[in-house]
């Protein structure tokens, strides 16, 4: 079935059967025309009737044959039978060497059965139809009506290349498909691995800019008391953290984005901003985190009660500015490690292909700049060229085998059967010997996967010359005939060396061949064939050979197409596999969440807990510090433990802590989760101490301790959840000291 094949074999298919139809249609037209004009038969107005009735019929089978299939061939191989035997009216009586154009119409309707049948359709109607002509040319009763087997013979093995050029391009079509499917494999993989890297940075941020900020206003006290706003933002937290949510698609309105992130902050907001702007989703979200994270930061830090949002679009490109006209910082004295600056804003617009650009001056107020440019779309040329020439390989490797076939399966023995007649057996055998060294060589080439550069023209000037001095030695009362089997064949050597081109250039070469030999002819004054005839001849080969060249022309096309569906099915199964893996990454990561940041911001949200009690600060105060600590998890860096426990640190710091940090000795690797479980205790005693702590890792061989001294309440510290850790606590001099041990197992 052709949908289940490859989008290259596909197209392939319908192109070929579609140019096939097509070039049958035009030779046909073409053979009828020169009956009529150049032939004088038994009954000329019934000829004419044939022929009308037969380009009707061609044309309207070319138009039915991709609606109603192969219901058509047997009408068609009747009625092709039907001609043939039409011979007695139809064809110039005394056609003594059967080239007539019938024989022409049957040779190229065969032909294209190979694009159109099943190949033991195409050998029965092939068979079929050449037993109508022999029959036809017997009641005709021509004298030499045996004459025409040689020709028959010709045109049967013509419908066997034609069958063997269609099974080997469609073996490079099918090898193209595979070697797309490998490369689509590939590029899937990578998307889905990149997909999920970006998924847990774009996770991490929305992180950042919801749950970790409104915990981390509550547990600071900057949020005290119970606020709609503060509601609202927790439950749009919750939701944006529960891992639900689908991955954004299609476009959105961005200054409707914006404004409701504006809404949801507790500072007055202006907008300098069109009515609307339309953007694609992915773009507005990180653009809509990006001004979350800058009005937080004002929330925080500014001082100021009110901040201004202006949107614009310039140049290809969209860009969002948040201003303020509060306490202003240095950024050059920020540390790199800050999530809000570097990571959240920064990074978050380059990885989206956009950048963020923070001007701040101590007392100056802050403005923070996002640009934006418009999606890129994908391109497919890699594919195009890889199915290009997949389908190329197997029709040059064809044309090669076709070439051998002809020129010592035919070409051979016509000349060994007429040795005695040529002016020089010698110019025939060299003749021979060029046209198949030529053809060795592009097939040279193309086993080395190297193109023919150079080479061919001074290969093209050979053929040619070669071809000319051959006719010359045919003498002039054979040429044209049995003898002279160079006329048409040393065509497909040429063909072989153009093939590259485009069809005009195709045409041109064989018909310029055509030419010579047709004038070195009419120069000799005599010919073994009528004008009519040879007409004939030439239509049977060169509508072979125009059909070879036809099939180079629609490659590109057929490519590009196969590129493209190959492409929108990949993408299809590409976000399917990433939608598939990201849910199940954010269905993980919630769970990490789901027992302790979820209940408080549900709390928040539903307004059961009031942001003014101390005990819930400081749950609150726990929780985003350990969302801070999830944050830093990179596994970049070297030294994971102390990356993570130093974002701790640095937090508490930012809140008023004084806080001395140590390490000594060298230390194993330790696992992601538990680190988690050998930092936890750690990172409450710091998001709760009072005044003062001191954090101090040490290392052993097979052994890590994390302890901590801090003046924090004894409750709020967690007790191991991984028994490989042992947790301790005690009172140093009223402050708390805790413990945590990890031994190798």
């Not at 000037?461 to 070669?466: D, H, K, Q, R, S």
Request: hydrophobic letters at 50%; a neutral charge; aromatic letters at 6%.
């Amino acid at each position: 079935m052709i949908g289940d094949l490859g989008s290259t074999e596909r197209e392939l298919l319908r192109a070929g059967a579609a140019y096939s139809l097509g070039l049958r249609c035009l030779m046909s037209a073409v053979a009828g025309l020169v009956s009529v004009l150049l032939e004088t038969t038994a009954a000329p107005l019934l000829t004419v009737f044939v022929v009308v009735g037969l380009v009707a019929w061609t044309v309207f089978y070319a138009y039915r044959f991709p609606r109603r299939g192969r219901l058509l061939v047997p009408l068609d191989v009747a009625l092709m039978c039907a001609l043939c035997l039409t011979q007695l009216w139809t064809v110039p009586t005394g056609s003594a060497h059967g080239i007539t154009w019938v024989i022409a119409v049957i040779g190229i309707t065969v032909i294209a059965y190979a694009w159109q049948l099943p190949l033991i359709a195409h050998a029965a109607a092939t068979l079929t139809v050449m037993a109508a002509f022999l029959v036809g040319a017997a009641i005709a009763d021509s004298p030499g009506w045996l004459d025409v087997l040689p020709l028959q013979l010709w045109t049967v093995i013509e419908a066997g290349l034609s069958r063997a050029l269609y099974v080997l391009v469609r073996k490079g079509a099918r090898d193209a498909d595979l070697a797309v499917a490998r490369s689509e494999q590939s590029r899937r993989d990578a998307a889905v691995a990149e997909a999920r890297r970006a998924d847990e940075r774009e996770y991490l941020a929305a992180l950042h800019d919801t749950a970790s900020a409104t915990l981390l206003m509550v547990g600071s006290g900057v949020a005290d008391r119970p606020d709609p706003h503060l509601a609202a933002q927790a439950a749009h937290d919750l939701a944006a953290i529960s891992g639900d949510h689908a991955s954004p698609a299609g476009e959105v309105d961005l200054v409707a984005h914006l404004r409701d992130v504006g809404r949801h902050m507790p500072l007055t907001v202006r907008w300098e901003a069109p009515d609307h702007l339309t953007v694609p989703a992915a773009d507005a979200v990180a653009l809509a985190g990006g001004v979350r994270e800058a009005l937080t930061n004002v929330v925080r830090h500014a001082g100021v009660g009110e901040a201004t949002v202006s949107v614009r679009r310039d140049d290809g490109e969209v860009v969002v500015e948040v201003a303020d006209r509060g306490a202003g910082f240095d950024p050059t004295q920020v540390n790199g490690h800050r999530y809000g600056v570097t990571r959240s804003i920064l990074e978050r617009l380059t990885r989206a292909g956009g950048t963020a650009e923070v001007i701040s001056s101590p007392g100056d107020g802050t403005r923070v700049r996002l640009t934006r440019p418009f999606s890129v779309s994908t391109d497919a040329g890699g594919d195009v060229e890889t199915i290009k020439t997949g389908v190329g390989t197997g029709l040059r490797w064809s044309v090669v085998v076709m070439n051998l076939i002809i020129l010592f399966g035919l070409d051979l023995p016509r000349l060994v059967a007429n040795q005695q007649h040529y002016r020089s057996l010698g110019m025939q055998v060299l003749t021979l010997v060029v046209l198949t060294a030529v053809t060795l060589v592009v097939a040279w080439h193309l086993w080395r996967k190297r193109p023919l550069g150079m080479v061919r023209w001074p290969l093209v000037a050979i053929v040619f010359a070669v071809s000319a001095l051959c006719n010359d030695a045919v003498p002039p009362e054979l040429r044209l005939g049995m003898a002279h089997w160079s006329e048409g064949d040393a065509a497909w050597t040429l063909l072989l060396l153009v093939l590259d081109f485009r069809v005009a250039v195709i045409a041109v070469a064989l018909a310029a061949h055509y030419a010579m030999t047709f004038t070195q002819t009419a120069l000799g004054g005599d010919a073994a064939i009528t004008v009519a005839e040879a007409v004939n001849a030439t239509v049977v080969v060169f509508s072979y050979q125009l059909a070879v060249g036809v099939v180079t022309v629609v490659l590109r096309p057929v490519a590009v197409t196969a590129a493209a569906v190959t492409y929108r099915q990949e993408r299809l199964r590409t976000e399917r596999a990433v939608a598939e893996q990201v849910h199940r990454d954010r269905t993980e990561r919630y769970a990490a969440l789901a027992d302790s940041t979820a209940p408080l911001l549900a709390a928040l949200a539903s307004g059961e807990a009031d942001p003014g009690d101390p005990v819930f600060r400081r749950a609150c105060a726990v929780e985003a510090a350990r969302v801070r600590r999830l944050l830093a998890e990179d596994t970049s860096v070297p030294d994971q433990l102390s990356h993570e426990l130093r974002a701790c640190v640095e937090l508490a710091e930012r809140n008023g802590i004084t806080v001395h940090f140590a390490e000594r000795g060298e230390r194993p690797q330790v696992p992601k989760s538990v680190r988690r479980a050998l930092t936890d205790p750690a990172v409450a005693a710091l998001a709760t101490a009072a005044s003062t702590a001191r954090v101090t890792v040490i290392g052993a061989a097979d052994e890590v301790t994390v302890s901590v001294v801090a003046d924090s309440p004894p409750e709020l510290v967690p007790t191991a959840m991984d028994p490989a850790i042992v947790v301790s606590t005690s009172d140093n001099g009223g402050k708390l000291w805790v413990k945590t041990t990890w031994r190798r197992t």
